[in-house]
């Protein structure tokens, strides 16, 4: 486990870009776990920037989005399709065909969900998985709970995570309550993770995530096992460890 502690969001933002850029460089057919949220949206930012700067190249790129709202539409201003494309997708040239996220609209979301791991086992293992963290732990949408899912699945937002990410809707009601998520299978089998936190509301879930202790009530402290793990945080964020 690497730690790196940035001054604040915006070094960690070009640290993290910087990161994202160098496996890109290496391997231009890389397969990229993606996360939203407000965490990443800095990194996004840069890596439009050195792109547009001719620094590197997605026409080879593959990714994979960790998660989707259930019931919402790609063009829902909330949904995590309508993110990815005003933050990422609409401004690199990456090939449409080679972009998963999963399908908040389907009918079927057990099929959905199946459809999406077999859609990631024909690319093998993730290259190099990007997350960030809630405030109560969670990856993706993996909630603290007794047990934690390998695979793709439907999960129900926690009451703290409705809460958090609540800012991004107008009315705490118009918050979906579930949501497609991967499971914790190919997050652990990706070849590099890298794990994202800002801001002082992170602290304690990092500190509790990197404790030594492993539990299914604290997802991302299931990250202290895995091989290559990139942690990169803000002094804020980093305040307890
Ligand atoms: P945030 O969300 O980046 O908006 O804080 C992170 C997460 O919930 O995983």
């Known amino acids: 486990m690497d730690f790196y502690i940035t001054k604040d969001y915006e070094e960690l933002s070009v640290a993290a870009a910087n990161f994202l850029a160098g496996q890109i460089t290496l391997k231009p057919n ?3 776990g993606l996360p939203t949220g407000g965490t990443p949206l800095g990194m996004y930012k840069n890596i439009v920037a050195m792109y547009q700067k001719g620094h590197i190249d997605f026409e080879k790129i593959v990714t994979f989005n960790l998660d989707e709202y259930l019931g919402l539409n790609p063009q829902h201003p909330q949904s995590y399709s309508y993110y990815m494309a005003t933050n990422l997708f609409d ?13 908040g609209k389907t009918q079927n979301p057990i099929e959905t969900c199946k459809d999406f791991d ?12 990007i997350l960030g963290i809630g405030a109560n732990g969670h990856i993706g949408f993996n909630e603290p709970g007794e047990t934690l899912q ?34 914790l299978g190919p ?11 800002s801001g002082s509301s992170k602290a304690s ?3 509790d995530a990197f404790n030594g202790k492993i539990t299914t009530g604290l997802p991302a402290s299931l990250l202290q096992l895995h091989c290559n793990l990139t942690v990169i945080l803000d002094q804020e964020a980093a305040t307890l460890l």
């Open 150 to 183: 390998v695979n793709t699945h439907v999960g129900d937002l926690s009451p703290e995570t409705i809460d958090a990410n609540s800012r991004f809707f107008t009315d705490k009601e118009e918050v979906p309550q579930k949501a497609i998520t991967m499971g």
């Open 118 to 129: 077999r859609t990631m086992a024909k690319f093998g293992s993730i290259d190099l998985m």
């Open 187 to 197: 997050i652990m089998k990706a070849k590099r993770v890298l794990l994202l936190a």
């Open 205 to 207: 879930a990092i500190k």
């Open 30 to 32: 890389s397969v990229l």
């Open 91 to 103: 401004h690199v040239n990456i090939d449409r065909n080679n972009i998963f996220i999963p399908d």
